[in-house]
């Protein structure tokens, strides 16, 4: 392959790959709910291993605050193949995944402990 054909394939991929998570983040269909992100979290028993606050625990990672991108959310979400059980369509529609989404970047960050007089006399 030559080096401008690897430019351009590179260059069609990136605009595929903005383009896809563009649409997905700007459709009005998929206006988020922070409300029923978190019903969600608990009706697909996301909270077993994530905690109810996607805070972690012994069974699953950190979600949240502070979670990674929707576009990430959704390609890892559909596609775990490790200890985490995969979600397809079907079982996790788009809107319940970009409203959970929605329901871990409601969660606010723990405060710094700098910021607490208590913890600092
Ligand atoms: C059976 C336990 C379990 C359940 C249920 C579960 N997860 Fe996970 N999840 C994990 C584990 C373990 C990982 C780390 C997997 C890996 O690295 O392959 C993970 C990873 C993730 C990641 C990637 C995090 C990162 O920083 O890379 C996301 C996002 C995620 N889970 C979201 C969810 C959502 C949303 C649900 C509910 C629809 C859910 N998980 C249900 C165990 C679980």
């Known amino acids: 392959m ?4 690897q430019i351009i394939l590179r260059s069609a991929l990136g605009s595929m790959l ?9 459709n009005p269909a ?6 029923k992100g978190r019903e969600a979290f608990a009706r697909n028993g996301c909270w077993q291993c994530h905690g109810y606050q996607g805070q972690g625990g012994a069974a699953g990672l950190k979600l949240a605050p502070d979670p990674k991108p929707l576009v990430y959310f959704e390609a ?3 596609n775990s193949n490790g200890p985490m059980p995969p979600y397809s369509e ?3 529609p788009k809107q319940d995944l970009a409203d ?20 600092n006399q």
Not at 2 to 5: G, S
């Open 2 to 5: 030559t080096k401008l054909t």
């Open 100 to 119: 959970i989404h929605a329901y871990l970047s409601s969660i606010a960050k723990t405060p710094d402990y700098k910021t607490i007089p208590l913890l």
């Open 18 to 26: 903005l383009a896809g998570g563009a649409a997905l983040l700007c």
């Open 76 to 78: 890892f979400i559909r």
């Open 30 to 35: 998929f206006a988020q709910s922070a409300e």
């Open 90 to 92: 079907k079982i996790l």
